[in-house]
Each structure stands twice: as C-alpha cells, then as structure tokens.
C-alpha cells in the first residue's frame, strides 16, 4: 500500500506564495496535484513524470511550478502570484503501472 503525505496548505493574501510538498512511501512514475474547489469537479493542476516531463493547467501556468526530488520520493508545487480563484484541497496524486493513489488533500485559501 502507498502512501502519500502532503503538507504546505494555508491562507494566503492574493499576490502571496505556498510551497506544496508530497512525499510517497515508493518509488512513483507519475506525481502531481489536482484539486477541488467547494462546488467544483476536481482537477489537474500539474504532474511530473520520473524524468521530469511536466504538464500543467492552462490556469495554473507561468505561476505554478511543479518539480521532484527522486531520490527522496517527494513532489513539490511552488505556488507564485496566488489569486482567489486559486482557493480549493489540492491532492497528491501518484501512479505506478495501472495504479493511482491520493493523498488526504490540504486547504488552500487566497483571500485577503
């Protein structure tokens, strides 16, 4: 069973910046982030493969910045230029072969 850990949530002013952080209890192919907001399907944010080929929301892009630390099984989301609509859980998301797993999601509020 894989585990995914997350942490780095929280309330933030408009314009501010969070750092997102997931560690895995393996070795993962593909890492990323979706999230929801209250109301709303949830959605892909960004992922990034072992060999950091990344993919990002077209919302999120030019502001987020996905990236991994292999050796430590651990996917980041540097989050720059945080705007309301940007407020929602973001999930940790992991694949190995045919199988997906999440993380317990954490909030993200950008209000002032």
């Known amino acids: 069973q894989v585990h995914l850990v997350e942490s780095g949530g929280g309330l933030v002013q408009p314009g501010g910046s969070l750092r997102l952080s997931c560690a895995a209890s393996g070795n993962m192919f593909k890492m990323g982030w979706y999230r929801q907001a209250p109301g709303k399907d949830r959605e892909l944010v960004a992922t990034i493969t072992a060999g950091r080929s990344t993919n990002y929301a077209d919302s999120v892009k030019g502001r987020f910045t996905i990236s991994r630390d292999n050796a430590k099984n651990t996917v980041y989301l540097q989050m720059n230029s945080l705007k309301p609509e940007d407020t929602a859980v973001y999930y940790c998301?992991?694949?190995?072969?045919?199988?997906?797993?999440w993380g317990q999601g954490t909030q993200v509020t950008v209000s002032s």
């Open positions: 998301y992991a694949r190995e072969g045919p199988l997906n797993y």
